[in-house]
């Protein structure tokens, strides 16, 4: 039995409307294997080949394709006028050719265009997010865009000719192939890369407004808390508001943290010991966060910050 990952890329024209997804162009590259555990888990992924593994068609929208789409694919009316429509090319999202191979995923690297258009030609099947699988994955990569991720992995196995054209739908398709498959065998599951999908990742470097800095962007820790409160006030995308929200809270975090050491400190000095450069185990041999190492009675009592904390160390 092979397990396959269906990898889609679409390319769009017209506006999509109810019915009608204004798909141009749909392709598709498997990632599939024939391995698996004892747990009946699957692993050793490989990118499928044409034309056993792979499928591309143009479609047939309801409407022209507007001058400012065709200008990024490349595909005009001419090019789909005598295409099926979607109707009849949705049933290969799911078609598997042969009891023998059974999908157990989809893919695609940013969902937020393939899922919506693909709509219910999915059926049950969950998704792969390859776009925010590499943030969780590879969040000091230059670039997650889909082609970026292709020079920047350097993925065994890819040819050249056969990722061109860009923005077009079997070969972005086969692109995307590579990349999941090098998340996948890099110890991922298929478990886990569908939670990494639905699940906000840490940005490494923020690229918004005065931090671009020149497309580089600037990493997070020392972009402006003002700044950040901003970000957090607005609508951008859910990685951005995670990050944000992280090295806000992160950053009250130490300054509470440094404010509890200064007291802690204070406390050491009150009492004739010499201070500590952090919590931890006391130069002297007693616990920074441990009271009662130092205290005579040997009671109990709560740690800074905790309710009934009078932090006084007694005599």
Same mark, same amino acid.
């Given at each position: 039995?092979?397990?396959?990952?269906?990898?889609?890329?679409?390319?769009? !024209?017209?506006?999509?409307?109810?019915?009608?997804? *204004?798909?141009?162009?749909?392709?598709?590259?498997?990632?599939?294997?024939?391995?698996?555990?004892?747990?009946?888990?699957?692993? *050793? #992924?490989?990118?499928?080949?044409?034309?056993?593994?792979?499928?591309?068609?143009?479609?047939?929208?309801?409407?022209?394709?507007?001058?400012?789409?065709?200008?990024?694919?490349?595909?005009?009316?001419?090019?789909?006028?005598?295409?099926?429509?979607?109707?009849?090319?949705?049933?290969?999202?799911?078609?598997?050719? +042969?009891?023998?191979?059974?999908?157990?995923?989809?893919?695609?690297?940013?969902?937020?265009?393939?899922?919506?258009?693909?709509?219910?030609?999915?059926?049950?099947?969950?998704?792969?997010?390859?776009?925010?699988?590499?943030?969780?994955? #590879?969040?000091?990569?230059?670039?997650? +865009?889909?082609?970026?991720?292709?020079?920047?992995?350097?993925?065994?196995?890819?040819?050249?000719?056969?990722?061109?054209?860009?923005?077009?739908?079997?070969?972005? &398709?086969?692109?995307?192939?590579?990349?999941?498959?090098?998340?996948?065998?890099?110890?991922?599951?298929?478990?886990?890369?569908?939670?990494?999908?639905?699940?906000?990742?840490?940005?490494?470097?923020?690229?918004?407004?005065?931090?671009?800095?020149?497309?580089? *962007?600037?990493? #997070?820790?020392?972009?402006? &808390? *003002?700044?950040?409160?901003?970000?957090?006030?607005?609508?951008?995308? #859910?990685?951005?508001?995670?990050?944000?929200?992280?090295?806000?809270?992160?950053?009250?975090?130490?300054?509470?943290?440094?404010?509890?050491?200064?007291?802690?400190?204070?406390?050491?000095?009150?009492?004739?010991?010499?201070?500590?450069?952090?919590? !931890?185990?006391?130069?002297?041999?007693?616990?920074?966060?441990?009271?009662?190492?130092?205290?005579?009675?040997?009671?109990?009592?709560?740690?800074?910050?905790?309710?009934?904390?009078?932090?006084?160390?007694?005599?």
């Amino acid at each position: 039995m092979k397990s396959i990952i269906r990898v889609i890329d679409l390319e769009t !024209g017209p506006a999509p409307i109810e019915g009608e997804p *204004g798909i141009v162009e749909y392709g598709h590259t498997d990632v599939l294997t024939e391995q698996h555990d004892m747990l009946g888990s699957p692993f *050793g #992924w490989l990118v499928g080949e044409f034309p056993t593994d792979q499928l591309r068609t143009f479609v047939k929208p309801y409407a022209s394709i507007p001058p400012e789409t065709a200008a990024i694919h490349n595909i005009i009316d001419e090019d789909v006028s005598n295409s099926p429509s979607w109707a009849e090319v949705a049933p290969y999202v799911t078609f598997a050719a +042969s009891p023998m191979k059974r999908i157990v995923a989809l893919a695609a690297h940013n969902i937020e265009c393939e899922k919506p258009l693909i709509g219910s030609a999915a059926g049950e099947l969950p998704w792969i997010d390859t776009y925010q699988v590499a943030l969780h994955l #590879w969040p000091d990569a230059p670039s997650h +865009s889909n082609n970026a991720l292709r020079y920047y992995l350097r993925p065994e196995g890819l040819l050249r000719d056969r990722a061109h054209p860009i923005h077009r739908a079997l070969p972005d &398709s086969y692109i995307t192939a590579f990349t999941l498959r090098e998340a996948l065998n890099a110890g991922n599951s298929v478990e886990r890369l569908i939670e990494l999908t639905n699940k906000p990742a840490l940005l490494a470097r923020c690229k918004i407004g005065q931090w671009r800095n020149g497309g580089r *962007g600037t990493p #997070w820790e020392e972009v402006d &808390s *003002g700044f950040l409160r901003w970000i957090t006030g607005k609508d951008f995308d #859910w990685n951005t508001m995670f990050t944000a929200r992280y090295h806000l809270e992160k950053r009250e975090m130490d300054q509470r943290e440094e404010s509890e050491l200064a007291e802690l400190n204070r406390q050491y000095r009150a009492n004739g010991m010499s201070e500590t450069a952090g919590f !931890g185990v006391h130069q002297e041999g007693k616990p920074a966060r441990d009271f009662e190492a130092s205290r005579s009675d040997q009671r109990e009592h709560p740690r800074p910050g905790q309710p009934g904390s009078t932090l006084e160390l007694p005599l």
